[in-house]
């Protein structure tokens, strides 16, 4: 919100209409995350436990407590994998469709055009006069429209995820009545296997300002694991700011 008003000063003739619509989704999305586990918590485990403690019975309200706790936290996961995130993605990619097409019908023709659903919907264009025009949260999805000069920096970013899985061999046992203690049992031994795989994800982070010496905004452009993509816009819109 301050960016879009800050720039309301320097070239209010090019912010778009606010895009009141995505904002809502966006903020309803939100909202939902937020507060469906903790409808299912309330649910689930807040009003058993209250109307035992009104029943006298404290003993039963703790056990009940105990057990709903996880009864919510399946019912929590089944929820978002269910309902929240296929919901989410289909909002989300609906919003981005909608900010693509707007960034693609600009005044001034277009030479590249980037859109993204994950994390929150958003798009941005580089113009043929060299103009990089970008929508998305951090312009309160008003359209912003930065000249070389405007542009602090940019840059890909990663984060590495390793995730260890854990395989265990099975074990054969074997003996008879006589030998050492009741059994004489001898084990072939057992084996376990780990393999490790690491998971790279990039994202292209562009820091600007609308003003010299003013406030330094960032947007966070998701690319997933595609690193090359990632590269690819950060040395477009390079290209911009040296082009300054």
Same mark, same amino acid.
């Given at each position: 919100?301050?960016? @879009? =008003?800050?720039?309301?000063?320097? !070239?209010?003739? @090019? ?7 995505? &904002? ?13 586990? !903790?409808?299912? #918590? ?12 009104? /029943? ?15 009864? =919510? ?19 989300? *990619? ?5 900010? /693509? ?8 023709? $277009? ?5 993204? /659903? ?5 798009? #941005? =264009?580089?113009? !043929? ?14 359209? #912003?429209?930065?000249? /070389? ?8 970013? &990663? ?5 260890? *899985? ?10 008879? #009545? ?14 376990? !296997?780990? $393999? $490790? *795989? ?29 690193? &090359? ?9 390079? &290209? ?5």
């Amino acid at each position: 919100m301050d960016a @879009v =008003a800050e720039q309301a000063s320097f !070239r209010q003739d @090019v912010i778009a209409p606010p895009n009141d619509d995505i &904002r809502a989704t966006v903020e309803q999305v939100e909202a939902i995350t937020i507060w469906a586990p !903790r409808a299912i #918590l309330a649910l689930f485990v807040g009003l058993p436990v209250l109307l035992n403690l009104l /029943s006298g019975s404290i003993g039963l309200a703790i056990v009940v407590g105990v057990i709903m706790f996880f009864v =919510a936290r399946i019912i929590t996961t089944l929820v978002d994998a269910l309902v929240v995130r296929p919901m989410t993605t289909v909002r989300y *990619k609906a919003a981005a469709s909608a900010l /693509s097409a707007q960034v693609q019908s600009l005044p001034e023709p $277009t030479t590249l055009v980037q859109s993204w /659903s994950n994390g929150a919907p958003g798009a #941005l =264009a580089i113009t !043929r006069n060299g103009h990089l025009v970008l929508v998305d949260r951090s312009t309160n999805y008003s359209h #912003l429209w930065l000249q /070389s000069d405007q542009i602090v920096n940019v840059g890909v970013e &990663r984060e590495a995820t390793q995730i260890t *899985k854990t395989k265990h061999g099975g074990s054969f046992t074997f003996g008879s #009545l006589f030998g050492s203690g009741l059994f004489g049992a001898y084990n072939t031994g057992s084996r376990s !296997r780990s $393999t $490790t *795989k690491t998971i790279e994800t990039a994202f292209l982070e562009i820091q600007y300002q609308l003003e010299r010496n003013g406030s330094v905004y960032t947007s966070i452009i998701p690319f997933g694991s595609d690193r &090359r993509g990632a590269d690819a816009l950060c040395a477009a819109i390079t &290209r911009i700011e040296h082009a300054g």
